[in-house]
């Protein structure tokens, strides 16, 4: 793997760039870990490398989805559009648990809380309903991109912190 300087990037940004995902095989079975960083490098997904992530659509009582912009703060895909919340189980014993996707659901919860200040008790576990699963790979700006198998989940609304969304 080549050498990448991240200094110019957010502190925060970084910091999340050490993360271990969930390295899959192409029926989303488990099988190691590698950092965000390395997952996201473009000549390691041009290789095969896949991980597990999930996307949350969450609606308000009046039907409307909250969508967000991607901080331009962001290392991948800065700026970007995109639904709720996205981001990654991580290679932890709570979300590796497979059973009713439930380890997807906390690290969903996790992230909500990260991202957007949604309360655990405002996103409960069993709020989440899985949907469906999708295999995707897209570049981003050349150096950086996604290859995941992604379950994507519906479940509420909140407000986005600063180096993560940008409000709208």
């Known amino acids: 793997m080549a050498t990448l300087d991240l200094s110019s990037y957010d502190e925060e940004q970084i910091r999340l760039m050490a993360e271990e995902c969930i390295v899959v095989d192409l029926e989303d079975k488990a099988i190691g870990s590698k950092s965000k960083k390395e997952c996201h490098l473009m000549e390691n997904i041009d290789k095969g490398l896949l991980h597990r992530a999930f996307s949350v659509f969450l609606f308000n009582d009046k039907?409307?989805?909250?969508?967000?912009?991607?901080?331009?703060e962001k290392i991948t895909f800065p700026g970007y559009w995109t639904n709720t919340?996205?981001?990654h189980p991580l290679f932890r014993p709570e979300e590796l648990e497979e059973d009713e996707q439930i380890g997807?659901?906390?690290?969903?919860?996790?992230?909500?809380?990260?991202?957007l200040g949604?309360?655990?008790?405002q996103a409960p576990l069993d709020g989440f309903h899985f949907m469906t699963r999708i295999h995707y790979k897209a570049p981003s700006d050349g150096t950086w991109g996604e290859h995941e198998s992604k379950s994507r989940s519906v479940g509420i609304s909140s407000v986005p912190q600063p180096n993560?969304?940008?409000p709208c």
């Open 104 to 115: 997807a659901r906390r690290a969903a919860q996790r992230k909500l809380k990260h991202e």
């Open 63 to 72: 039907g409307e989805l909250l969508l967000q912009q991607r901080a331009d």
């Open 164 to 166: 993560q969304a940008t």
């Open 85 to 87: 919340c996205c981001s």
């Open 118 to 121: 949604v309360e655990p008790e």
